[in-house]
């Protein structure tokens, strides 16, 4: 691996098994009887593969006809509440006990958090595009019972610390997977005909959709990225104010947001809208205060490109995508109205979401997959492929969706649309090929030493 000439010696001591900074701190612990991660880790990996698989599910939808997809809806499911809501589900417990330095949750618990988080995810999108209501509804369930137990899975190792708190951190993740377990409760109890719910949920749709979109996916991968957007530059983690002020807002505006759409205040819709907007522009602010001291790589560029490029460009799209939203409630209020799809679906699901997951499992997957360092190198090469073409391609696709949409142009849409899809198609095939071949090369290795 790559190892930059001012990473931390503790880090640089973990080579490839730094994973995240957390790992380091590990590491340069006082000897003691070693924490077993390596289930965890598979556990881990395997949630990651099933994020990969829910992205190019959503990318697949795309091709099914408009009314049969209900619009973005089928795609935005499949790749929020499947590839991000997975990948949550198996990185969070992960980062929470290795930031603390903590044993990892039972397997059982982290197996069948990560196993019912998809099957949640697909059986509402099977439910509600079909029109089968109790399949909607049991997905419903499965997916509230994967939050539950993440929660389990990412705090209760917690009681046996053995290092610092990341109290920033996991306060956020708490008040994420709060939203989330509220959002998916209020669409729950929608889709199995609670008459106050169907009564309101032209209000408390977007209430829904702000929880989801921002409470949990965006608080959650805001978080994260202020320990792993260092570790993948480079560079040292440390307290910087503006990561204060990004999750602090972001977890305090999409509440505030969805409080005023649902009980249709105007002046607490517009103030959780500007809250919303800080804290994106304060992650964007220390997206470049990390840029600025990343380290210098003297291995396996296209991979470090591919990498910090991706987690240093998606928090733009997300500043993009709440600006929009934030225009919009600031002028129309707590209407429904407010929330739209059409000209926010690119930059949210693909320069923001899409682009993070790109970034984090090509980090992740040489650090937490099978094998060995000569597979692990093996798997940088592969995953840095046509980093630089990808990169460009899908940020300059997104752009062409926006600007597209925003001038009503629809060619212009199509052709972004389809640059952006074919780059995130690209990600998704190597990460495949990557995984596979290096289980295929692992197991016969294990085979041929018997």
């Known amino acids: 691996m790559a190892i930059s000439r001012n990473l931390p010696v503790a880090q640089q001591a973990l080579g490839e098994g730094a994973c995240c900074g957390a790992c380091a701190q590990e590491a340069a612990q006082p000897a003691r009887r070693p924490i077993s991660r390596a289930t965890d880790r598979r556990i881990t990996f395997a949630g990651v593969a099933f994020a990969a698989a829910f992205l190019g599910l959503a990318i697949a939808s795309l091709a099914l006809p408009v009314a049969e997809r209900r619009g973005w809806w089928l795609p935005l499911h499949l790749g929020l509440a499947g590839a991000a809501g997975t990948a949550i589900g198996a990185v969070l417990p992960f980062f929470t006990a290795a930031l603390a330095v903590a044993p990892p949750a039972a397997p059982v618990v982290r197996g069948f958090a990560v196993t019912l988080l998809p099957i949640g995810a697909l059986l509402v999108s099977a439910g509600f595009v079909r029109g089968a209501a109790p399949l909607a509804v049991a997905g419903g369930l499965a997916y509230l019972i994967g939050l539950l137990l993440v929660a389990v899975a990412a705090f209760a190792p917690l009681l046996g610390s053995l290092g610092p708190r990341r109290r920033l951190v996991e306060g956020a993740y708490v008040a994420a997977l709060g939203q989330a377990f509220v959002a998916v409760a209020i669409a729950t109890a929608m889709l199995a005909g609670v008459g106050s719910v169907v009564l309101n949920w032209a209000a408390l ?55 005023g759409l649902a009980f249709g205040s105007d002046p607490v819709a517009r103030l959780g809208a500007l809250v919303e907007l800080v804290g994106a522009g304060a992650l964007v602010l220390h997206g470049l205060a990390v840029a600025r001291d990343r380290g210098r790589w003297t291995t396996d560029p296209s991979w470090h ?47 923001w979401v899409g682009q993070v997951l790109v970034g984090s499992w090509s980090h992740l997957l040489p650090a937490l997959g099978p094998g060995d360092a000569t597979i692990h190198a093996r798997q940088r090469i592969v995953l840095g492929r046509w980093a630089t073409a990808r990169f460009v391609a899908l940020n300059g696709g997104v752009a062409g969706v926006l600007v597209g949409t925003l001038a009503g142009d629809p060619r212009a849409v199509s052709v972004g649309l389809v640059v952006a899809l074919a780059s995130m198609a690209t990600s998704v095939g190597l990460f495949v090929m990557a995984a596979i071949g290096a289980r295929g090369v692992d197991h016969a290795r294990t085979v041929a030493t018997g």
């Open 205 to 259: 749709k977007p209430a829904h959709a702000w929880l989801n979109v921002f409470g949990f996916v965006s608080l959650i991968v805001a978080a994260t990225l202020v320990h792993l957007g260092p570790t993948v530059a480079g560079t040292r983690i440390r307290p910087r104010r503006s990561a204060l002020v990004a999750v602090c807002s972001l977890a305090a505006g999409a509440p505030i947001v969805a409080a």
């Open 305 to 351: 490109r591919m990498t910090s490029w991706s987690l240093l460009a998606a928090p733009a799209w997300l500043l993009v995508t709440v600006a929009v939203l934030a225009e919009r409630l600031v002028s129309l209020g707590a209407s429904p109205a407010s929330w739209t799809l059409d000209a926010v679906a690119a930059p949210l699901a693909l320069g």
